[in-house]
């Protein structure tokens, strides 16, 4: 079969956050950047976000629909990846970033690795915060916030300096007087007055090329059949998910070292949807603004609390906006053994090695998820009616979305990490990971704040090498 073939400066592979950041960062700096989705063009924009098709209160549900639709075992397969039940993928422009919740918690010290730099962590974190459009301030003020939030301060109780219960900082910003909510159409406007990335849809990246310990290029099949188009590139960044982008660096033979696919972690879940109670709701205008409520991760804490609207159907006989869900996500421990397993000259139906994952609990997780699931009962019973419209559920394994680690960042190359600081291969020279797999240290807070970190400190190296 013939091929057709492209070339780029860099080749992105993945539309979500980290390579919507990545790409971005390059486009700016006037490098041509194609970036390749395995998914179609979806809300009507280039990675946008599902939320921003109607952001009012009544939307919600709309949101949800949405979410409910995009949400598919990876490959859109039938049944989930063997050990992971709770797994979901989002195959589409954006990627998970089009659907997430835009809760956008600054990561404790303690969730950071700590042989880098604080103060490097830091400045990309300030970056990051600044493309993401992430805003403190702006799930605060509103009366049922406000409730909510002296509610949960006073069960909680003390916590360390700077990671008191405070407003949850929300992705967002006011465009043309409503909210837009951020996503890959956001990233990728970090081009501006650059050259733009090029977005191609519905093709499945299967092999990355390479000679010699540099990559070359990519080969991507259309969805639909036709013919490989090849991109040959100065640098390619694999940003396909945790799952996939392991995939992709065994299904092209590169020799990555025993921790690819290891060390994989998830935010184990404590999720209660509650109805409000009725002196939160007394009074609340029909415009009260959005509400979200953070309970911090720290070294004393190792889990985050949040009380916030998640898309999903409401109690039965109430109005979704009488509705709050506390959600827990609980740090796991660091085991190099929480890996996937590629099984031997079996494909999946992206045509990547198929995998099964080990993804296992310690007694110390155990006993985390428990005393989290204390605080998770404590808040709900604080801010809501536990006796009706309580709904109490533990997410599966990999059920966060947030699933992590596969081909970690280290600080040196002795088989215990797959990419360095940087995000570059310790075997390759111009071959780079970015987003949730690359993030290989315990913690609870939501990943897509310092996943976008993480990529464009990748950007800045690779705009170094070009």
Not at 136 to 163: M, S, W
Not at 203 to 212: D, F, G
Not at 409 to 421: H, L, R
Request: glycine letters at 10%; proline letters at 6%.
């Amino acid at each position: 079969m013939s091929k057709q073939s492209l070339q780029a400066d860099v080749v992105v592979v993945g539309s979500g956050a980290g390579g919507a950041a990545v790409a971005g960062r390059l486009g700016r700096a006037g490098k041509r950047v194609i970036v390749v989705e395995a998914g179609p063009l979806r809300f009507g924009t280039q990675g946008g976000h599902a939320r921003n098709l109607d952001v009012s209160e009544a939307g919600m549900l709309a949101y949800a629909n949405e979410v409910m639709k995009e949400w598919v075992f990876p490959c859109g397969s039938s049944v989930p990846v063997q050990g992971l039940p709770g797994f979901l993928v989002s195959h589409g422009a954006g990627g998970s970033f089009s659907l997430w919740c835009s809760n956008a918690p600054a990561p404790d010290i303690s969730e950071l690795p700590a042989w880098m730099d604080p103060a490097d962590w830091a400045d990309y974190l300030g970056q990051a915060a600044q493309v993401m459009h992430i805003d403190p301030d702006i799930a605060k003020d509103g009366v049922r916030a406000e409730r909510i939030l002296a509610a949960t301060r006073a069960v909680v109780g003390e916590l360390p300096a700077g990671r008191e219960v405070q407003p949850m900082p929300i992705a967002a910003r006011r465009v043309d007087g409503r909210l837009k909510y951020t996503s890959s159409d956001d990233l990728l406007a970090q081009a501006e007055g650059g050259v733009a990335p090029l977005l191609i849809v519905e093709h499945i990246v299967q092999q990355v090329l390479h000679r010699n310990g540099r990559a070359s290029g990519v080969v991507a099949v259309p969805r639909d059949g036709g013919e490989p188009l090849v991109i040959e590139a100065s640098a390619v960044v694999i940003a396909s998910g945790t799952l996939a982008s392991a995939q992709l660096i065994q299904a092209s033979a590169i020799d990555a070292g025993p921790a690819l696919g290891g060390n994989l972690l998830d935010h184990p879940i404590i999720s209660t949807r509650v109805l409000l109670r009725p002196e939160i709701l007394a009074g609340v205008p029909a415009d009260d603004p959005v509400f979200s409520i953070w309970v911090p991760h720290s070294a004393a804490h190792p889990w985050q609390t949040e009380v916030f609207r998640f898309p999903q159907t409401p109690p039965a006989g109430t109005r979704d906006e009488d509705g709050a869900d506390v959600t827990t996500f609980v740090a796991m421990d660091e085991n190099p053994d929480n890996r996937l397993f590629f099984e031997p000259g079996v494909k999946d139906a992206f045509g990547l090695p198929q995998v099964r994952v080990q993804l296992r609990h310690s007694a110390a997780d155990s006993h985390r998820i428990s005393l989290a699931m204390a605080e998770n009962y404590r808040v709900c019973a604080a801010v809501g009616d536990t006796l009706r419209g309580a709904g109490v559920m533990l997410y599966g394994a990999g059920g966060s979305a947030h699933l992590m680690g596969s081909c970690r960042m280290g600080p040196k190359d002795d088989g215990s990490s797959v990419v360095n600081a940087a995000g570059q291969l310790w075997a390759m020279d111009n071959l780079y990971v970015a987003g949730n797999a690359v993030l290989g240290t315990s913690n609870s807070s939501n990943p897509t704040f310092t996943l976008v970190a993480a990529a464009l400190r990748t950007a800045d190296r690779i705009l170094t090498t070009l």
